[in-house]
């Protein structure tokens, strides 16, 4: 099934979204976010802000991580824009982690700058 992408601001409303298109439950969807049914529930009452089951909720459904994780359409890509190829993907990559594997990246930057001091 493709999922039309709408602008949808807030991270719950765009799982209570997914979930009417798809006709799934919270259990449902859990199960395929590799997450529990509680996890979702808390998301689409929107005390989630990043859940680290995103990208492979996105993954499952065949939709953009970046729509879902942060409601950025497809072609709204403006961070990338100047940037050479290798290093668009990087970002895309970056922009696709958990907010915990982007701190984790941060970090390792952050130790990799003070070892060349």
Request: zero cysteines.
């Amino acid at each position: 099934m493709s999922i039309p992408l709408k602008n949808i601001k807030d991270l719950s409303e765009r799982l209570i979204y997914i979930r009417r298109v798809t006709g799934m439950s919270q259990s449902e969807m859990a199960k395929m976010a590799g997450t529990t049914q509680q996890a979702i529930q808390q998301a689409e009452a929107g005390k989630a802000r990043h859940p680290r089951y995103l990208n492979k909720l996105a993954h499952k459904l065949d939709i953009p991580a970046e729509w879902l994780t942060m409601n950025m359409m497809p072609e709204e890509k403006p961070i990338l824009k100047g940037l050479k190829e290798k290093d668009s993907k990087f970002v895309e990559d970056y922009l696709s982690f958990s907010s915990k594997e982007q701190k984790l990246v941060q970090d390792f930057v952050k130790n990799k700058i003070k070892g060349k001091k």
